[in-house]
């Protein structure tokens, strides 16, 4: 009932992709040029695993779970949120950036001193913006070590 080229292509048994010469309801008069073209289609319409025809599956998650697509999109849409430290009249300077330096990742030595005498000065000083989860986090670490800190979102202010 189905044939085969030189690919190896199974043809449809439907006279519209396999007309006979001569057949008036071929697509083509005559040699048609676009044979291979259409026998190609026809076998990948035919075939179960894969084809032209097939849609993309949307990955499925269960019911309070998130995909990790969603999860990384979440991330970076949330809006940043500052970590600010506050000056206090009972730690040391050296105590202080030995805290920044341990509680924040990738905090140097100049950074911390920076950010330490900017809230000796000012009142307050912002040491990292990231995201809520992270700033919470390092809030935490910072008041744990005896530091008084506190969140603000960044997108208000200057």
Same mark, same amino acid.
């Given at each position: $009932?189905?044939?085969?080229?030189?690919?190896? *292509?199974?043809? %449809? &048994?439907?006279?519209?992709?396999? =007309?006979?010469?001569?057949? /008036?309801?071929?697509? !083509?008069?005559?040699?048609? &040029?676009?044979?291979?073209?259409?026998?190609?289609? %026809?076998?990948?319409?035919?075939?179960?695993?894969?084809?032209?025809?097939?849609? =993309?599956?949307?990955?499925?998650?269960? &019911?309070? +779970?998130?995909?990790?697509?969603?999860? +990384? /999109? +979440? +991330?970076?849409?949330?809006?940043?949120?500052?970590?600010?430290? @506050?000056?206090?009249?009972?730690?040391?300077?050296?105590?202080?950036?030995?805290?920044?330096? /341990?509680?924040? =990742? #990738?905090?140097?030595?100049?950074?911390?001193?920076?950010?330490?005498?900017?809230? @000796?000065?000012?009142?307050?000083?912002?040491?990292?913006? !990231?995201?809520?989860?992270?700033?919470?986090? @390092?809030? $935490?670490?910072?008041?744990?070590?005896? *530091?008084? %800190?506190?969140?603000? &979102?960044?997108?208000? #202010?200057?």
């Amino acid at each position: $009932m189905e044939t085969a080229i030189c690919g190896r *292509l199974p043809l %449809s &048994p439907n006279p519209v992709f396999n =007309p006979k010469p001569g057949d /008036k309801q071929s697509l !083509c008069r005559g040699p048609c &040029p676009n044979r291979g073209i259409l026998m190609a289609v %026809s076998a990948a319409a035919l075939g179960k695993g894969g084809g032209v025809l097939d849609r =993309p599956v949307k990955e499925r998650t269960t &019911p309070g +779970r998130e995909s990790e697509f969603d999860l +990384r /999109k +979440r +991330r970076k849409t949330a809006p940043p949120f500052r970590v600010i430290l @506050h000056n206090d009249n009972y730690n040391k300077r050296e105590y202080v950036v030995q805290v920044l330096m /341990k509680v924040i =990742p #990738g905090m140097t030595l100049d950074n911390a001193v920076n950010i330490m005498q900017e809230a @000796h000065y000012n009142g307050l000083s912002v040491v990292i913006i !990231c995201s809520q989860a992270d700033a919470e986090e @390092h809030c $935490m670490q910072l008041r744990g070590n005896g *530091l008084l %800190s506190s969140i603000e &979102p960044a997108s208000g #202010g200057c």
